[in-house]
């Protein structure tokens, strides 16, 4: 088995995404997030949204949330390790556009992860 399709790590704490596939009108996340340190990790938020790739003083920016129609499960703390299912709705958005996962924590710590996919990405996901 290869590995993630992507990686983000900070803080101690690492967010992959390990498969993309689509059935009919849906995109399925399998998302993985490790903790490696002794703190418990209390989940704020997990959110999607679509944001501008480049950021320019000059410029508007953009940024659509995408809710999730579905998650497998509904946990907001973990100690170790935690695996989940998210299904969005179709998407398609253009290539200065990209897809952001992230993770924030209910403490002040604010140890916060973003994971972006690229549309590339949606592109290859398998279907099943």
């Known amino acids: 088995m290869r590995g993630p399709i992507r990686k983000e790590e900070k803080y101690g704490i690492s967010v992959s995404l390990n498969q993309l596939l689509t059935a009919g009108d ?6 993985n997030i ?3 340190t002794n703190l418990p990790f209390e989940i ?8 501008d790739k480049k950021i320019t003083k000059a410029t508007n920016v953009q940024s659509l949330t995408l809710l999730p129609v579905f ?3 509904d946990r907001d703390r973990f100690k170790k390790n935690y695996r989940n299912i998210y299904v969005l ?9 990209l897809l952001n996962i992230s993770l924030k924590e209910k403490q002040v710590s604010g140890r916060n992860l ?4 690229p549309y590339k990405d949606i592109l ?5």
Request: proline share 3%; net charge negative.
């Open 26 to 31: 849906y995109v399925f996340f399998d998302l």
């Open 114 to 117: 973003v994971l972006s996919v």
């Open 89 to 97: 709705k179709k998407l398609t958005y253009p290539e200065n556009k």
């Open 124 to 128: 290859r996901a398998d279907t099943f």
């Open 44 to 51: 704020d938020a997990l959110s999607f949204s679509i944001d």
């Open 34 to 36: 490790s903790n490696s």
């Open 71 to 73: 998650q497998l499960y």
